[in-house]
């Protein structure tokens, strides 16, 4: 049996936001899918990516209904291409603006480079940010921000600060994360203010280990303003404790990436399947299946409660709850996209949204 269900968030900030997108108009010639529109995320081809990165991209008149939509692979190649035409000249423009700027406020001639901030936006709810992120966003000359960013933290920047896309999807990177490093160190160089935004917290299976590492190298000051990570805040969400007196002792994060696209998780030790440990899964929706059979393998009862929840904390939260040797198949008929979170473990029949009937807990939701 396995549960799967949208649960609702009713923060003002999200009411906010709902309301002002039914007054957003095309500004580019790009189709998007209208039921995906209420994204929280900034996707690749979203519409208010352009509106808020308009400084790289020229308005242009929509095409009209009768002409077919082009694919998401046509979508796709689009925005590849424009990316790589439109950006790189108005970044060395703005290089240039930025330096100009420098020189003129310096004195004496001898201005050190500017500051770069990891910041950690949290899951997806803006109301979980730090008011020390906050006030670093405001102050930013220039963001770098990922895909998993919500709209309603890119609405926090200043009137004259820029924004730059620069996330990851499966098969696409924006910017390699050799080209991320050499654009963070390139704009402190030219003195600015720069914050590279991660969704949840930056030192999390987000490469901000390597960020830092490569700029403190080059003498650039790196400052890490950590987030709630999706770990932390989902759970939280529903109910879920990560340890519990007497049921689990430990909680270990891993992440179901694969080598070079494969079915397999980069590492799965015997230990992974400990009973007495909650483990949370990162990035792992096309790994899970082997994922599952590994653990299993190792031991792990095939009746562990699990639960996966795409797009965590944000109005398009959708969880399924499931034993482990249902797991797979149960996200896989749900068609669960990512961001999705993973968690496994005996915590998961504390939550309150649990719907199987256990010792530990009551089913206090119904499948529906």
Same mark, same amino acid.
């Given at each position: 049996?396995?549960?799967?269900?949208?649960?609702?968030?009713? %923060?003002?900030?999200?009411?906010?936001?709902?309301?002002?997108?039914?007054?957003? =108009?095309?500004?580019?010639?790009? $189709?998007?899918?209208?039921?995906?529109?209420?994204?929280?995320?900034?996707?690749?081809?979203?519409?208010?990516?352009?509106?808020?990165? !308009?400084?790289?991209?020229?308005?242009?008149?929509?095409?009209?209904?009768?002409?077919? =939509?082009?694919?998401?692979?046509?979508?796709?190649?689009?925005?590849?291409?424009?990316?790589?035409?439109?950006?790189?000249?108005?970044?060395?423009?703005?290089?240039?603006?930025?330096?100009?700027?420098?020189?003129?406020?310096?004195? +004496?001639?001898?201005?050190?480079?500017?500051?770069?901030?990891?910041?950690?936006?949290?899951? +997806?709810?803006?109301?979980?940010?730090?008011?020390?992120?906050?006030?670093?966003?405001?102050?930013?000359?220039?963001?770098?921000?990922?895909?998993?960013?919500?709209?309603?933290?890119?609405? #926090? /920047?200043?009137?004259?600060?820029?924004?730059?896309?620069? *996330? &990851? @999807?499966? *098969?696409?990177?924006?910017?390699?994360?050799?080209?991320? $490093?050499?654009?963070?160190? =390139?704009?402190?160089?030219? +003195?600015?203010?720069?914050?590279?935004?991660?969704?949840?917290?930056?030192?999390?299976?987000?490469?901000?280990?390597?960020?830092?590492?490569?700029? !403190?190298?080059?003498? /650039?000051?790196?400052?890490?303003?950590?987030?709630?990570?999706?770990?932390?805040?989902?759970?939280?969400?529903?109910?879920?404790?990560?340890? $519990?007196?007497?049921?689990?002792? %430990?909680?270990?994060?891993?992440?179901? $990436? %694969?080598?070079?696209?494969?079915?397999?998780?980069?590492?799965?030790?015997?230990?992974?399947?400990?009973?007495?440990?909650?483990?949370?899964?990162?990035?792992?929706?096309?790994?899970?299946? %082997?994922?599952? !059979?590994?653990?299993?393998?190792? +031991?792990?009862?095939?009746?562990?409660?699990?639960?996966?929840?795409?797009?965590?904390?944000?109005?398009?939260?959708?969880?399924?709850?499931?034993?482990?040797?249902?797991?797979?198949?149960?996200? !896989?008929?749900?068609?669960?996209?990512?961001? @999705?979170?993973?968690?496994?473990?005996?915590?998961?029949?504390?939550?309150?949204?649990?719907?199987?009937?256990? &010792?530990?807990?009551?089913? #206090?939701?119904?499948?529906?």
């Amino acid at each position: 049996m396995a549960l799967v269900q949208r649960i609702p968030i009713s %923060s003002s900030s999200v009411r906010n936001w709902q309301q002002a997108r039914t007054n957003l =108009s095309p500004i580019s010639c790009l $189709h998007y899918n209208t039921a995906s529109s209420s994204s929280p995320f900034t996707e690749k081809h979203s519409v208010e990516r352009y509106q808020r990165d !308009q400084w790289l991209y020229k308005a242009v008149e929509p095409t009209p209904p009768s002409t077919p =939509s082009p694919s998401p692979f046509e979508d796709e190649v689009f925005v590849r291409e424009n990316d790589i035409a439109s950006q790189l000249p108005e970044l060395k423009k703005l290089l240039a603006v930025l330096r100009e700027k420098r020189v003129k406020g310096c004195k +004496g001639g001898d201005c050190g480079p500017g500051d770069v901030y990891l910041v950690g936006t949290g899951p +997806g709810d803006p109301e979980l940010l730090t008011l020390k992120a906050v006030r670093v966003i405001q102050s930013a000359d220039l963001l770098l921000y990922d895909r998993l960013v919500s709209n309603d933290v890119l609405e #926090l /920047i200043a009137p004259d600060a820029r924004l730059l896309y620069v *996330g &990851k @999807t499966a *098969g696409y990177h924006s910017r390699t994360q050799e080209e991320i $490093h050499e654009l963070l160190l =390139s704009f402190a160089e030219a +003195g600015a203010t720069v914050v590279r935004l991660k969704g949840g917290d930056p030192l999390v299976f987000g490469r901000g280990g390597e960020e830092m590492d490569f700029l !403190q190298q080059q003498g /650039i000051r790196v400052q890490v303003i950590p987030g709630i990570t999706a770990a932390s805040g989902i759970a939280a969400e529903l109910g879920i404790p990560l340890t $519990h007196r007497g049921v689990a002792t %430990s909680v270990r994060f891993l992440t179901g $990436h %694969s080598r070079k696209g494969g079915t397999d998780p980069l590492f799965v030790a015997e230990n992974a399947a400990d009973p007495d440990t909650t483990l949370v899964v990162y990035m792992g929706l096309g790994t899970l299946p %082997s994922l599952a !059979q590994k653990l299993m393998d190792h +031991g792990l009862p095939c009746d562990t409660p699990a639960v996966a929840v795409e797009r965590g904390t944000t109005p398009l939260q959708r969880t399924v709850f499931a034993e482990l040797k249902d797991f797979a198949t149960e996200i !896989q008929s749900a068609g669960l996209v990512s961001p @999705t979170l993973i968690i496994i473990g005996k915590v998961v029949e504390l939550s309150p949204l649990w719907p199987h009937c256990t &010792k530990e807990s009551s089913c #206090l939701v119904e499948s529906r």
